[in-house]
């Protein structure tokens, strides 16, 4: 007898600002893009903050050409789902630290652009517990959902409110792509073909990794993505979220 998978819920949609934030340039590319697409379409504000410029990301090309070339390609990528405001913290990348300054970072940018949805990327120690996930990924997820709190509590960080940045306490949910133990899931099928484009932007770093033709290779790897969280919602190709309600 076949094992009925848990089947997952549909993303909350009474939302319409978002913050999506991550470690490095082709971080949502990989993890979501299919679903924002569709979230603009829809007329929702996305806005991305990244907490490093991937300068450290590709082996062939050092890090002070690296970061404005990987900037430039994540601008491109944003636009093809789009957004168009993206914002980079400058923190080092490789070597992000969790940490109060780095909580304080992010609890800043949900002040300024109070969102009700905060998108983060897999924050756990490894991928589906067989591929150890880089130390920049984890403090940049666990300092998202920390500082979704943060962001409504005038006695943390008070230095925010000096700086003109009262506290947002409207964060309802915090969604985790690329998550082992997802809850929810948005249908990819009208931005499938988008969230291919645009990790294609990211062709520097595309080119860098693997010997694969970039447009198989990015479509290979999100075509199966989608196909498999499919089979837990309703056989619809899908991206997949772990939910956090706040």
């Not at 490095?24 to 990989?30: A, F, K």
């Not at 970061?67 to 980079?88: D, H, M, N, T």
């Not at 133990?181 to 073909?193: C, K, R």
């Not at 770093?205 to 989608?226: H, K, M, S, W």
């Amino acid at each position: 007898m076949t094992e009925q998978l848990e089947q997952l819920e549909e993303m909350p949609d009474d939302w319409q600002r978002a913050l999506a934030v991550v470690a490095h340039p082709d971080d949502l590319e990989y993890g979501c893009a299919a679903a924002i697409a569709g979230w603009t379409d829809a007329g929702r504000e996305v806005t991305y903050l990244l907490a490093s410029r991937g300068e450290a990301g590709i082996d062939g090309i050092e890090p002070a050409k690296c970061g404005p070339l990987r900037e430039q390609e994540q601008r491109a990528s944003a636009a093809v789902v789009g957004v168009s405001a993206v914002e980079f913290l400058d923190h080092k990348d490789g070597v992000i630290e969790y940490g109060t300054d780095l909580r304080r970072d992010i609890a800043a940018a949900i002040r300024r652009h109070r969102p009700e949805l905060v998108i983060t990327l897999n924050h756990r120690d490894t991928w589906g517990g067989v591929i150890w996930n880089t130390p920049d990924h984890r403090a940049v997820g666990r300092a998202t959902l920390d500082a979704a709190g943060d962001a409504g509590n005038r006695w943390i960080f008070p230095e925010l409110i000096e700086q003109g940045l009262q506290p947002w306490n409207g964060v309802r949910w915090v969604a985790v792509a690329g998550s082992d133990s997802p809850t929810h899931a948005v249908d990819a099928t009208a931005g499938l073909e988008r969230s291919v484009d645009s990790l294609m932007e990211h062709r520097s770093y595309i080119e860098g990794l693997t010997d694969e033709e970039p447009e198989t290779y990015c479509r290979t790897f999100l075509t199966a993505n989608a196909e498999r969280a499919s089979a837990r919602f309703g056989d619809r190709p899908a991206v997949a979220f772990e939910v956090f309600p706040r």
